[in-house]
C-alpha cells in the first residue's frame, strides 16, 4: 500500500460507456444486501451497485451478516456485472495499470447532490489485504472525497488510488451526481 493517502494515477479513461449503462439501469441501485447496502451508518445517503464481493449465500441462509468481508474471500461476480456489460474493461484495464495480482470486491458508488458519505474509517479483511481505486464516471467541482488535512477531486477519466483504513468522507456539494467505480486489488 501507498504511504500517501491519495494519488492520482491516470486522466482521460474512457467511462461514457459505462455510465451509460448505471444511468440506463437505476433498478441496480441498492440490490446487495450486505450491511454496505442497507442505508446505516456512514454510507445511509449514498446508494451502491456491487458488482463483485464476497458470497452473501451464508449469510442470507443464516439470518445473520455477522463476519461479513471480515476473513480472507474469494469474490465473487454479482449479476449487476452481467447487466453493465462496459465495467469489466474498466475493472481489468485498472488491474493492468496498477499490476493487480488478484481482483477483489467491485462496486459502483454514488452520492447524489447535496448528500455525503460520513467521515469513517473502514476496517476488514479486505481493506486491509487490497489497495483501492476510484474510476470516476461522472462527478462536479462540488464534490470531493475529504480526509482530516486533505482532499482531491476527480473528473470523469479519472483514476486515483485512496486510503480508506483512516478517517475519510465524501461530499457532493454540488447539482449532479457523484458516481465512481471503486475496484479493490492485491498487488504484492
Known amino acids: 500500500m501507498l504511504d500517501n493517502k491519495f494519488q492520482h494515477l491516470e486522466h482521460g479513461w474512457k467511462t461514457g460507456p459505462l455510465l451509460e449503462q448505471v444511468l440506463a439501469h437505476p433498478e441496480l441501485w441498492d440490490k446487495s444486501l450486505s450491511v454496505w447496502s442497507q442505508k446505516l451508518g456512514p454510507h445511509a445517503q449514498s446508494h451502491s451497485m456491487w458488482l463483485r464481493g464476497e458470497d452473501e449465500g451464508p449469510y442470507l441462509r443464516r439470518g445473520s451478516w455477522s463476519g461479513y468481508n471480515q476473513s480472507p474471500h474469494y469474490p465473487i461476480w454479482f449479476p449487476e456485472s452481467d447487466v453493465l456489460t462496459e465495467c ?3 475493472i481489468f484495464d485498472t488491474m493492468t495499470m496498477a499490476k493487480g495480482e488478484s481482483l477483489g470486491n467491485v462496486l459502483i458508488y454514488t452520492v447524489p447532490p447535496g448528500k455525503r458519505i460520513i467521515e469513517h474509517a473502514d476496517d476488514s479483511w479486505s481493506v486491509r489485504y487490497n489497495d483501492k481505486f476510484n474510476i470516476c464516471l461522472s462527478s462536479n467541482i462540488g464534490a470531493s472525497f475529504k ?17 480508506n483504513d483512516i478517517p475519510h468522507s465524501v461530499v457532493n456539494n454540488g447539482d449532479t451526481d457523484h458516481i465512481i467505480l471503486c475496484v479493490c486489488l492485491h498487488r504484492e
Open 147 to 163: 480526509y482530516e488535512d486533505d482532499e482531491f477531486y476527480q473528473r470523469p477519466g479519472d483514476v486515483t488510488f485512496f486510503r
Open 88 to 90: 469489466k474493461k474498466l
